[in-house]
C-alpha cells in the first residue's frame, strides 16, 4: 500500500492505494482518505485503512441472471445438455450455499488462470444437490494447466503461495465479522459486510475447486493409466494396485486427523482447554446444507471417549505412518526410476490432496457465516430462513426491498435447476425443474449383481449397507454397516468410525473418502457411479477394495426406519 496525494486548488487530497494482479493485468483499488492530513492524522489513517485493504477482495462484477419461460425440452436445445458429457458428483445442499461453487468457476477462476469453465449445472431437490461438471471443461483446464506446469515447473508453488495469502485474508474477514453485532448495523451495512465476505470467499475458493477437480475427478482416465504403463513396463503390473496407492497417497496430515490430534493432548477436568478446542472446531460437523455448532460438551465428551487409550504410543502411531508413508514412495519412484514428469504428477496429487482439504474446511467454516447472515436477515425482514436458503446473494437487495417473489423461493425449494455459463446463470424451479432434470440427467437403472469402481484404500470386508446422503440417513448406522454415499463429508467421520468399509459414487485420488479411509484404514471403493442408486438399505454385499469390486450377496430390499 502506498500513499498518493493530488492538489485541488489549495487543499490537498491524500489517497490509499493498493496495486494486486488479477490474471495478467495489474490492477488498483484506490481509497480517498481525506484533505490536508497531518502525520498523525496519516499514520492513524495507515492504520485504518491497511485493515480495510486486508479484508478488501477483488471484485468482479455480478454474474448476469437470465430469465426465460422456455419449456424443458426447449432449455436442453438452448444449453446442449443431453449432447454433453457430464461429471456428476451429490451432496447434502442448498442453492444458497452451493450457489458459490458455480460463480467461483467462471470469472474468479479466468482472473487467475485466464481460463475458465463454459458451463455448471446444478440441481437440488429435498436438499440434495446433483452437481454436474462438463468433462470437456475439465479436461481443457487439466491439459493446459499440465502444458503450463511442464513449462514453468515452479507455478504449482506459486499456486499454493497466492492461495495462502487469499486465506490469511478471508481469515480477517472472518474476525472482523466476529467482531460485529449485525443488530447494530443497518440492513444496507450488513449487505455490504456479506458481499465483501462472499467476494473474498470466492477469491480463495476459486484456487481451490477447478484445478483441483479437473485433476481429480478424471484421475482414472490419465492418471491411473499412465502409472499402470510404467508398471507393465517394468514387469510389476501384479502389484500395481498398491503400488498406485502408495504414489498417490497425502503426504500430510488431515484436518479431521490434526483435530484428533489436539483432541489427545485434552484432559477432561481441564474445561478451559476444552472451550478453546470448541472455539477453533466447532464447524467440523457442517456442510453446504446444515451448520452445527459443536459445543464444549460435544468435544468434553469425545475427550473421555478416548478413555483409557495409551496417548502417547497413539500420536507416535500416526506421526510414523506419515513417515512410512513418504519412505516408500521415495523408495518405489527409485525403484520405477520415474522420469520428471511422472514424479510431477506425484507433486500435484500431493499439492492438491493438501488443497482439497483445506478447502474442504474453509467451505464448512464459510457455510456457518453464510448462515449467520441469513439468520440475520430472516429476522430482519421476517422472512423464513429455509426460503432464504434458496436464495442467491445477488437477488438479497431485492428481497430486502420486498421488491422479490417469494413464491418462487418456495418453488426452488421444491425443486431448483441452476445453469450456470460464462454468460450468465439461470435458475428454473417447480416442476419445469423437475422435468429438465428428469429430461436431460436421469439415468435409466441398472439390475447388475456386480459394482466397479477404484481403489482408494486396500481391504476386504462383508456387511450390510447402509445408504447415506443426508444428515437424516445418520440414524441407525451401525457397527459392521458398510457406508454407502454419494460422496462422504467431515461430519461422516462418526459413522466411518463404525463402517467396515466404504463405497461412493464420485471421488477421486484426492477427494476426502480416499484421504481418510486411508488413515482410518478402511477398505474403501470410490467413483462407481452407481453404488448409492443400486444398492439399497439392508443389502448384504462383499467389498473388495484390493481389485475395486463391490458384490451382491443377498438383497433385501429392507428399509431402516427413523425413530
Known amino acids: 500500500m502506498f500513499i498518493e496525494k493530488r492538489k ?17 493485468k495489474v490492477r488498483k483499488i484506490r481509497k480517498f482518505a481525506g484533505y490536508d492530513l497531518t502525520s498523525k492524522e496519516l499514520a492513524i489513517k495507515v492504520k485504518e485503512f491497511k485493515i480495510n485493504f486486508d479484508t478488501e477482495a477483488i471484485s468482479w462484477d455480478s454474474p448476469k441472471k437470465i430469465i426465460s419461460t422456455y419449456s424443458p425440452a426447449e432449455l436442453i436445445k438452448k444449453y446442449n445438455l443431453n449432447q454433453q458429457t457430464w461429471v456428476q458428483k451429490g451432496l447434502h445442499a442448498v442453492l444458497h450455499t452451493i450457489f458459490a461453487s458455480s460463480e467461483l468457476s467462471f470469472k474468479p477462476t479466468e ?9 455448471i449445472v446444478h440441481y437440488t431437490t429435498d436438499n440434495y444437490n446433483h452437481w454436474y461438471w462438463n468433462h470437456e471443461d475439465l479436461v481443457r483446464l487439466r491439459d493446459n494447466f499440465l502444458h503450463k506446469l511442464r513449462k514453468e515447473p515452479e507455478l504449482l508453488q506459486n499456486i499454493l503461495v497466492q492461495w495462502r495469502k487469499r486465506l490469511k485474508k478471508f481469515d480477517k474477514i472472518m474476525e472482523t465479522i466476529d467482531s460485529i453485532d449485525l443488530t447494530q448495523k443497518s440492513d444496507s451495512k450488513s449487505l455490504q459486510l456479506y458481499f465483501n465476505f462472499w467476494q473474498n470467499y470466492l477469491e480463495e475458493y476459486a484456487l481451490a475447486v477447478c484445478l483441483q477437480e479437473s485433476f481429480s475427478l478424471l484421475s482414472e482416465e490419465f492418471l491411473r493409466p499412465h502409472f499402470k ?22 503426504v500430510k496430515k488431515s484436518f ?29 460437523y457442517n456442510n453446504y446444507a446444515k451448520t452445527t455448532n459443536l459445543d464444549t460438551t460435544f468435544f468434553k465428551n469425545k475427550v473421555l471417549d478416548i478413555g483409557k487409550l495409551n496417548k502417547q504410543e497413539e500420536k507416535k502411531r500416526i506421526q510414523n505412518e506419515i513417515i512410512e508413508i513418504k519412505e516408500k514412495k521415495k523408495r518405489l519412484v527409485r525403484k ?38 441469513l439468520d440475520h436477515f430472516s ?8 426460503l432464504l436458503e434458496y436464495s442467491v446473494i445477488h437477488e438479497l437487495p431485492e428481497i430486502m426491498s420486498k421488491k422479490f417473489p417469494l413464491d418462487e423461493l418456495r418453488e426452488r425449494k421444491k425443486h431448483c435447476l441452476v445453469i450456470f455459463t460464462k454468460k450468465g446463470y439461470e435458475i428454473i424451479s417447480g416442476e419445469r425443474a423437475k422435468q429438465t432434470y428428469e429430461l436431460a440427467f436421469k439415468n435409466p437403472e441398472t439390475n447388475s449383481a456386480q459394482i466397479k469402481g477404484v481403489t482408494a484404500s486396500k481391504g476386504y470386508a462383508t456387511g450390510t449397507v447402509k445408504i447415506v446422503n443426508k444428515i437424516h440417513d445418520f440414524v441407525n448406522f451401525n457397527e459392521g454397516n458398510v457406508l454407502v454415499t454419494s460422496m462422504t463429508r467431515p461430519d461422516m467421520v462418526m459413522l466411518m468410525d463404525k463402517a467396515v468399509a466404504i463405497v461412493t459414487d464420485e471421488g477421486g ?12 484404514k478402511i477398505p474403501c471403493i470410490i467413483g462407481t457411479k452407481i453404488a448409492s442408486t443400486l444398492l439399497k438399505n439392508g443389502d448384504l454385499i462383499e467389498v473388495d477394495a484390493n481389485k475395486g469390486i463391490v458384490k451382491i450377496l443377498k438383497r433385501t430390499g429392507l428399509k431402516f426406519k427413523i425413530k
Open 8 to 24: 485541488e486548488g489549495k487543499k490537498v487530497k491524500y489517497y490509499f492505494t493498493r496495486s494486486f494482479r488479477q490474471g495478467q
Open 111 to 119: 482472473s487467475f488462470l485466464g481460463e475458465s469453465c463454459q458451463i
Open 229 to 250: 504403463n510404467i508398471f507393465e513396463k517394468a514387469g510389476l503390473l501384479q502389484s500395481f494396485n498398491e503400488g498406485y496407492q502408495i504414489l498417490t497417497s497425502p
Open 256 to 284: 479431521i486427523t490434526q483435530e484428533y490430534l489436539e483432541r489427545l493432548d485434552l484432559k477432561a477436568n481441564d474445561l478451559k482447554k476444552i472451550k478453546a478446542h470448541a472455539k477453533k472446531y466447532h464447524w467440523l
Open 336 to 373: 520405477l526410476n520415474l522420469d520428471d514428469y511422472s514424479k510431477l504428477l506425484i507433486k500435484i496429487t500431493e499439492v492438491f490432496s493438501f488443497m482439497q482439504d483445506e478447502r474442504k474446511k474453509y467451505m464448512m467454516k464459510a457455510v456457518a457465516y453464510q448462515n449467520h447472515f
Open 379 to 386: 429476522k430482519q425482514w421476517d422472512i423464513d430462513k429455509q
Open 509 to 520: 485420488i484426492t477427494c476426502h473418502a480416499a484421504i481418510i479411509s486411508r488413515e482410518m
